[in-house]
């Protein structure tokens, strides 16, 4: 359950503290799951609507998948961390102070309900301590549906050429060319790929737990 919140941590985790990688991925999971469950209780379901379109998504999700962990039936997830509260995951983390992995999830994860509500910036929140800074030079990125690029431009605004690779990707590759020249300056890090998110991506050449960051607007 390693993509509750992000695309695969292990990597960066090996990177930060390779003897406890195991309990850090648990400590990510586990307050993931927390923060996840905070945000479908502080939102009703009757205020879904009034949000912008990828929020009402992400609350759908959250929707879909607290119950599932919630039950034990869920590979990796102990039903008993249906009883967390915000000092006890405060303090897992603060056990590992160093891994970005890990602070990010925490950091994200705490001002999840404000982001949602629009009232502070995420990538502002994840520069703090340089947060960013410190993970993204090997981040291996894909994006869905790309589109014309206004969501890739974005990011590339966020991370300043800090990252290690990017995936861009569409259903139809007609976007591709115009994409190619908008974005020149990242072409040692750019690849282009056909990608048709409705369907299996490990059947479209897609491995599966190989990204750090998935990013989609409006998809």
């Known amino acids: ?50 949000f912008k379109v990828h929020f009402q998504r992400l609350l759908k999700f959250t929707s879909y998948i607290t119950p599932l962990l919630a039950s034990g039936n869920y590979e990796g997830v102990d039903a008993k961390w249906t009883a967390d509260s915000l000092e006890a995951i405060e303090a897992l983390v603060q056990k590992y102070p160093d891994v970005v992995d890990l602070q990010l999830v925490h950091v994200v994860g705490s001002n999840l309900i404000d982001i949602v509500h629009e ?60 994409a190619r020249q908008i974005f020149k300056d990242e072409a040692d890090k750019l690849t282009f790929t056909k990608l048709d998110i409705e369907s299996d991506p490990s059947l479209q050449g897609f491995q599966d737990n190989s990204y750090d960051l998935i990013a989609g607007g409006l998809v």
């Open 1 to 50: 359950m390693a993509d509750i919140m992000s695309g695969s941590p292990d990597d960066a985790v090996k990177l930060e503290d390779p003897e406890n990688q195991d309990e850090i991925i648990e400590i990510c999971e586990r307050a993931a799951f927390f923060y996840l469950r905070r945000l479908r209780q502080a939102i009703s379901l009757s205020e879904e609507p009034s």
């Open 119 to 178: 009232k502070v910036d995420t990538l502002e929140i994840m520069r703090n301590n340089n947060m960013l800074d410190r993970l993204h030079p090997h981040m291996n990125i894909l994006e869905i549906g790309a589109g014309t690029g206004g969501t890739t431009r974005s990011v590339f605004e966020g991370l300043r050429r800090k990252y290690s690779a990017y995936k861009y990707t569409d259903i139809s590759s007609g976007f591709f060319e115009s």
